[in-house]
C-alpha cells in the first residue's frame, strides 16, 4: 500500500501542479451550476433531480477528458518505460491512476456543496435523496474513470481515447433507454436494462441504494481496471 500511494500523490501532483487540473474543475462548476440554475427557478422546487439528471452527460465528456491522458501521454512520451521499471505491479500502477483520478472527481462534486446549502436555504429538501444522489454520482463517475482509463491504455492519442472513451461511455448509458430497448425481445430488453448505466443511476437518484446498484458499478470498476491492468501487464515495457 505504500507504493500504491506513494503513486497516488505523483498522480495527483499531475492533477494539481499544472493549471489543468483548476481549469477542469472551474469549467465543471459554471457549467453544471449555470445548467442547474437554469431550471431550478422554473421547476419552482427545492430538489436538486434536476442538477442530478445532468451529471452523467456532463461526466460524459469531462472525466474522459480527465483520463484520456493517463496511459496514453506516458507511452507517447515514454516515461511508461521508466515507470514500468519501478519495482511495482500493473495492478498497483493502475489502482494508483484510479484513485488518484477518483479523489479528483471528487474534489468536483465537493466544490458543488454551494448547490445543496441554496436549495435547503430555499426550501425543505429530502437529504437522504441528496445523499444518494452523491453517492450515486460518486459510483457512476468511478464507472466512467475506469473505462476511461482503460481506452487510455489501448493508445498512443489522447485524442483517440477521448473520443473512444466518450462512444463507450454513451453506449453503456443509452443501452437501457426505452426507446433503444422498446422493441426487442424481453430477455435482451432485460440484459441491456441491467447492463445501463443509467438505469442503475435513476434507480439510486430515488433515494434507495439498493445493493443490486452498488454491486453492478463496483463489477463495471473493478472489470475495466483488470481489463487496464492486463494491457499493461501484457505489453512488457520493461
Do not use: C
Not at 474534489?107 to 445543496?116: G, N, Q, S, W, Y
Not at 482509463?149 to 443509452?174: C, D, E, H, P, R
Amino acid at each position: 500500500m505504500s507504493r500504491t500511494s506513494t503513486l497516488v500523490k505523483k498522480e495527483l501532483n499531475s492533477y494539481f501542479i499544472s493549471p489543468l487540473g483548476y481549469v477542469v474543475i472551474s469549467v465543471f462548476l459554471v457549467i453544471s451550476g449555470w445548467l442547474f440554475i437554469q431550471t431550478f427557478f422554473l421547476s419552482a422546487q427545492a430538489s436538486m433531480r434536476d442538477f442530478f439528471d445532468l451529471l452523467p452527460i456532463i461526466f460524459m465528456f469531462f472525466l474522459p477528458a480527465v483520463t484520456m491522458a493517463a496511459w496514453s501521454e506516458e507511452k507517447r512520451s515514454g516515461t511508461i518505460e521508466v515507470l514500468t521499471t519501478f519495482p511495482v505491479r500493473s495492478s498497483e500502477l493502475v489502482l494508483a491512476k484510479f484513485i488518484s483520478s477518483f479523489i479528483f472527481l471528487a474534489v468536483m462534486l465537493l466544490l458543488t456543496v454551494a448547490i445543496p446549502i441554496m436549495v435547503a436555504d430555499l426550501g425543505t429538501p429530502d437529504k437522504g435523496v441528496i445523499l444518494a444522489g452523491y453517492i450515486g454520482s460518486l459510483l457512476l463517475g468511478a464507472a466512467y474513470i475506469a473505462v476511461g482509463l482503460w481506452v487510455s491504455s489501448i493508445t498512443k492519442n489522447q485524442i483517440v481515447s477521448f473520443i473512444l472513451a466518450v462512444v463507450i461511455i454513451f453506449g453503456f448509458y443509452i443501452i437501457g433507454n426505452s426507446f433503444i430497448i422498446g422493441s426487442l425481445p424481453a430477455w435482451i430488453a432485460s440484459a441491456a436494462k441491467f447492463l445501463s448505466f443509467s438505469a442503475h443511476f435513476n434507480s439510486i437518484l430515488r433515494g434507495v441504494i439498493s445493493l443490486a446498484d452498488v454491486v453492478y458499478y463496483l463489477s463495471v470498476i473493478a472489470f475495466f481496471l483488470f481489463l487496464n491492468a492486463r494491457v499493461i501487464s501484457l505489453r512488457n515495457w520493461k
